[in-house]
């Protein structure tokens, strides 16, 4: 790996570190916060099915640092300006980020040794939070020294990403191509798909026509071939809904021999 160190030099009186911006007048370095230029607005969308909480955390934290840094009053205005540009352009109405801010300001009369000693009794918990309906449940938990914390299980990273695939044995949605016609055969396999693959050629070699792609090959006396040809892995997933939502865009993806049956 090669590393190279560059040195940011002072640049019209200003300099950038970390996320501040110091500039340098007369006798005084004023502050103000430092974006970086490939900064993009993107927070949680306002619309995305998650707990409130996790959508305002950044707000919240943007407030909270445009209150604590020693900032300019000038470069407070601006920050402010840009955390609502910011909730606007991911769909937040202008009053909930007006009101984030009234709330955390009032907090600082608090008595926060009280706050926190109260908190240190209470017991934290996870719910995965699958809609809004869940907090008929947690809200049962109101009163007590449970403290709820949501997680979630739909983000994008979640959906896309390939878990400990067994490579050699994998489950999830496979293709089986007809040799002579090119159509294919789309299907799910909660187990390893080598097994489905066998399944199907034994319903074949037995003349049963028990699923869609056997009854293709011994109706239309079409060829199949060897499994490195024939079988190919679309999706790794595991049984459940998930792998039937799979199924059905891949099914919509290829030419195919008709009706599956579900293993
Ligand atoms: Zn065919």
């Avoid at 949501?150 to 489950?171: A, G, V, W």
């Avoid at 399944?199 to 499994?227: C, D, F, T, V, W």
């Amino acid at each position: 790996m090669n590393l190279e160190f560059k040195m940011t030099t002072e640049d019209n009186n200003k300099i950038h570190y970390l996320n501040l911006t110091l500039q340098r007048n007369n006798n005084n370095i004023e502050l103000s916060i430092y974006r970086n230029p490939t900064d993009t607005d993107t927070t949680i969308h306002f619309q995305s099915n998650r707990p409130h909480e996790q959508k305002i955390a950044a707000f919240r934290y943007y407030i909270n640092r445009m209150y604590t840094l020693p900032i300019t009053e000038n470069a407070r205005k601006e920050e402010w300006n840009t955390i609502v540009t910011m909730a606007i352009n991911n769909g937040y109405p202008k009053n909930i980020i007006y009101n984030l801010r009234k709330k955390l300001t009032n907090r600082k009369n608090y008595n926060e040794t009280q706050e926190q000693r109260k908190e240190q009794s209470k017991k934290w918990t996870t719910f995965t939070y699958f809609s809004p309906m869940i907090r008929r449940i947690t809200n049962l938990y109101k009163d007590t020294n449970i403290i709820i914390a949501f997680k979630t299980t739909n983000t994008i990273q979640q959906q896309l990403s390939i878990e400990n695939t067994n490579r050699t044995n994998p489950n999830g949605i496979y293709k089986l191509q007809c040799n002579t016609c090119n159509r294919v055969y789309i299907g799910q396999a909660g187990r390893s798909i080598n097994i489905r693959y066998k399944e199907h050629i034994r319903y074949i070699k037995y003349n049963n026509p028990q699923s869609a792609y056997a009854a293709h090959i011994l109706q239309n006396r079409h060829e199949y071939g060897p499994q490195e040809e024939t079988l190919h892995l679309l999706k790794h997933c595991h049984k459940g809904t998930w792998m039937t939502c799979w199924e059905n865009l891949y099914t919509g993806c290829f030419t195919t021999l008709g009706h599956n049956c579900r293993r």
